[in-house]
């Protein structure tokens, strides 16, 4: 995204309310069994398991965790401590 707003909002307009739990680093995240959302900085992840038939993956989890411990920037949102 140009700048943090942006990927902030696109997130807010995608994720799943009932879905979010931390992440990394104090980072929300929409976390479904097929797709993960967040945004950090100007940047907006989307991580996906493309199979029909996907389950909760610790692997597709820890993939998005490590990525996002790697983006620059604050939280879009923070979760609460």
């Known amino acids: ?3 943090a707003s942006g990927a902030s909002h696109i ?3 995608s994720r799943r309310l009932n879905a979010e739990k931390e992440l990394a680093s104090g980072c929300l995240a929409s976390v479904t069994p097929a797709e ?3 945004a950090r900085g100007r940047y907006y992840l989307v991580s ?3 199979d029909p038939l ?3 993956s610790d692997a597709l989890i ?3 965790r490590n990525v996002l411990n790697r983006l620059p920037g ?3 949102f923070a979760a609460k401590k």
């Open 62 to 64: 820890e993939l998005c």
């Open 48 to 50: 996906r398991n493309e």
């Open 36 to 38: 993960i959302l967040t």
């Open 54 to 56: 996907a389950s909760q």
């Open 11 to 13: 997130y807010q307009s």
């Open 74 to 76: 604050p939280c879009a």
């Open 1 to 3: 995204m140009k700048d």
